[in-house]
């Protein structure tokens, strides 16, 4: 595997995972870009960048989708860029630390609909559980055996 770039679609990335990513880069001296339809802050660095796109559904996905190059990681909790991610040749990780595979992305995209079609007859599905400690070390254990990889 070549793992040339990480791609964040960090609109609705937690800032601790932001965090473990901008740690990473530097450690490894991986070039890092988070991608975002409003400012995101990044500290100052050689292997950090922000991409700006404009608001809209899915711009973000699109522009990371368009740049993606095969063994590139993605991080993302958005199961249809995991699966376009996957489908180009990348590497999707959740912020959770659950790494998305041509095996497991067709089930949680079943999830995903099925979890949708619910909440658009009415139920009340509530979201995900609050980030916690276990996630951010499983994250950035899954994270590490990936830059490890390269």
């Known amino acids: 595997m070549s793992l040339n770039t990480i791609w964040v679609d960090a609109d609705a990335c937690p800032s601790v995972i932001k965090d473990i990513l901008f740690r990473a880069a530097e450690r490894t001296q991986m070039q890092t870009t988070l991608v975002a339809n409003q400012a995101i802050r990044i500290p100052p660095s050689a292997y950090i960048s922000f991409l700006r796109v404009t608001q809209g559904y899915d711009e973000a996905d699109n522009e990371i989708v368009k740049r993606l190059q095969a063994g590139d990681l993605v991080i993302t909790a958005d199961i249809p860029l995991a699966a376009d991610v996957i489908e180009k040749g990348g ?40 980030l916690n400690n276990t996630d951010k070390q499983t994250f950035a254990n899954q994270l590490d055996r990936l830059l490890a990889q390269r």
């Open 91 to 130: 590497i999707a990780l959740n912020p959770r630390g659950e790494l998305y595979t041509t095996e497991n992305i067709k089930d949680r995209l079943n999830m995903r609909d099925f979890m949708e079609t619910m909440r658009a007859s009415g139920i009340q599905t509530g979201g995900p559980a609050p």
